[in-house]
């Protein structure tokens, strides 16, 4: 059964840092993997989608890379701003159904 | 346009009352999904479907019946609402597998 885990469970760090979140996973029979943000009372804003064969993809400040052998996948964020806060997620896609992580709690500070 | 849209936004129902949300999505997708956020805030997969066909139906209680009466809608009824029916429903659609999935906005559902 694929189980999702993301590190640190919470984050509070002053603007400007950059930062690197964790997320692993069980099984490693993957379609791919995605980053979602998530702002208090808000629904799911996808951030980036990195594909089985794939290593890592880029969005602007946003850098993730996939690792399927060792199960691992870490989103980077560089030079972190306010806006930045809030829950991050990432989901594992397998047959029929997305399984996501437990999420980390992100705040920047001015 | 919104890719995928629930209704209602905000849902206060008392125990014992049966309820609907919909769903639609308008980016041509396969597969649509409903997903349970608990109070921590944990994403769980309830159902999915292909094509209207039920794939997966992840160990969710009898009182809630999906329905697809076509590609681009998936509706959620639930029966005899209970307290821990109480959680924000998230619609979702993807294509069949490997690109990404869209969420929608969510639907609060509190039960009194």
């Known amino acids: 059964k694929q189980e999702v885990t993301q590190i640190p469970a919470a984050l509070s760090v002053p603007e400007g840092e950059n930062l690197v979140l964790n997320c692993s996973f069980t099984d490693s029979a993957i379609y791919n993997l995605q980053w979602f943000r998530q702002d208090p009372g808000k629904g799911l804003t996808s951030l980036l989608l990195i594909q089985s064969s794939q290593r890592e993809q880029t969005s602007g400040r946003l850098n993730a890379s996939l690792d399927k052998s060792s199960g691992r996948s870490t989103l980077y964020i560089a030079a972190s701003q306010p806006g930045d806060s809030a829950t991050y997620l990432c989901a594992v896609e397998g047959t029929y159904k997305y399984i996501f992580g437990t999420g980390t709690r992100l705040k920047v500070l001015a | ?112």
């Open chain 2, 1 to 112: 346009d919104t890719a995928v849209s629930q209704t209602p936004k905000y849902l206060v129902t008392q125990m014992g009352n049966d309820k609907s949300i919909k769903c639609e999505q308008n980016l041509g997708h396969d597969t649509m999904y409903w997903y349970k956020q608990d109070s921590k805030k944990f994403l769980k997969i309830m159902f999915s479907y292909n094509n209207k066909e039920l794939i997966i139906n992840e160990t969710v209680p009898n009182r809630f019946s999906p329905k697809s009466p076509d590609k681009a809608h998936l509706n959620l009824h639930i029966n005899s609402l209970e307290l821990g029916d109480s959680a924000v429903y998230f619609c979702a659609s993807s294509q069949e597998v490997g690109p990404e999935a869209f969420f929608g906005q969510g639907t609060r559902l509190t039960v009194v």
